[in-house]
């Protein structure tokens, strides 16, 4: 099996595992920061500006989410997210299944440490005409510390991190060859979220 499949099937088979009791389904928002880690290399320069090699390169910008899910009992939830970064390489949004089991941290179950896998679709649309607009398979994990404010509300900060697929070769116009790629994103965040 791929690694992707195995992500996958990770992540449906908690979602599944989890005992279903009274469920409290929420809807939130959050933001953070992203870092993304690009790869270039430059496999055949024919400009003399260019010459061979590779190097990497991140960039840090904000990132913006919105999400909704369920809480299945005291000690797991499954929740999807749409979030949407942009930074001085190329815009991102991101669709994301997500599964995390909750250890409370205090005996009413207020204060809780999460840890969970992610899995999904990143549409990637590169700044340049050169590079194009792919959707590519992402996944990855989370972890970060939840508190109950009341029964409706929560919040929490968490760190994720997603493993990404893309990769795209291009040649220029002068006969220079190169692949470039996004290796892999950082997030940390704060979100909201409203229980009903």
Excluded: C
Excluded at 29 to 47: F, L, P, R
Excluded at 113 to 131: C, K, M, Q, R
């Amino acid at each position: 099996m791929t690694k992707k499949t195995l992500a996958v099937a990770a992540v449906i088979t908690a979602a599944l595992s989890a005992p279903t009791m009274a469920a409290d389904w929420f809807i939130g928002g959050g933001i953070g920061s992203q870092e993304n880690n690009y790869k270039v290399d430059i496999t055949e320069a024919v400009d003399p500006d260019f010459s061979k090699g590779s190097f990497k390169d991140s960039d840090s910008d904000i990132i913006y989410e919105l999400r909704g899910g369920v809480y299945l009992n005291d000690n797991n939830r499954v929740y999807g997210t749409y979030s949407y970064n942009s930074d001085d390489f190329a815009k991102q949004q991101s669709f994301l299944m997500s599964y995390d089991y909750l250890v409370g941290l205090d005996a009413n179950n207020k204060f809780n440490w999460f840890i969970g896998a992610t899995a999904g679709v990143n549409h990637t649309s590169p700044d340049t005409e050169l590079l194009e607009s792919k959707n590519n398979f992402v996944w990855g994990g989370q972890t970060g510390f939840m508190y109950k404010i009341n029964d409706s509300l929560s919040t929490e900060i968490g760190y994720r991190y997603l493993k990404q697929d893309y990769e795209e070769n291009l040649v220029s116009a002068a006969g220079d060859k190169a692949s470039f790629a996004l290796d892999d994103s950082q997030q940390v965040y704060l979100s909201v979220d409203y229980r009903f």
